[in-house]
């Protein structure tokens, strides 16, 4: 029974160790991701950036043809995109891509709505309008992540 004991307690000892380095690991990131914010938040107005009431950050390359529509949150969009982090590493891209506005970031449905069919955008996420403090994509992106997504939209169905 001792052994038994012995064992749980090595064992949770050892996962509470494991999950406190991921800890220090992440809030080292998030520290990362808030000094960028402060350092390129200026020389980003400065290329043209828009900043949103909630700290989503744009920029329209391409507004999309004249009478095209702009997708709405019901939307099935199709798109292209290239997702990065802010250490220049690409995560995810897509051609063709065929996505439901509804199962998207808040940061893809704030600044998609901006554009038209045909329209090219660049966003700067914030984690708060990405996948917050949990991480996401697989465990391709970790908690507290700036995305910068260069997203062409191809085609919405409302």
Request: net charge negative.
């Amino acid at each position: 029974m001792k052994k038994i004991l012995f064992f749980a307690l090595i064992l949770f000892l050892t996962a509470i160790a494991m999950s406190s380095c991921e800890r220090e690991d992440y809030a080292e990131w998030k520290l990362l991701n808030e000094q960028w914010w402060k350092d390129n938040k200026e020389a980003l107005e400065n290329e043209g950036y828009q900043t949103t009431e909630s700290g989503l950050m744009y920029r329209i390359e391409y507004m999309g043809p004249e009478g095209h529509r702009h997708p709405n949150n019901n939307s099935r969009i199709f798109i292209s995109y290239t997702g990065k982090l802010i250490d220049g590493s690409t995560f995810d891209s897509g051609e063709d891509k065929e996505m439901f506005m509804a199962g998207v970031i808040r940061g893809w449905t704030e600044g998609l709505k901006k554009i038209r069919d045909g329209g090219i955008i660049h966003l700067y996420v914030p984690y708060t309008l990405g996948y917050g403090k949990d991480g996401g994509g697989g465990g391709y992106i970790p908690p507290y992540s700036t995305l910068y997504f260069e997203i062409d939209l191809l085609y919405s169905e409302n």
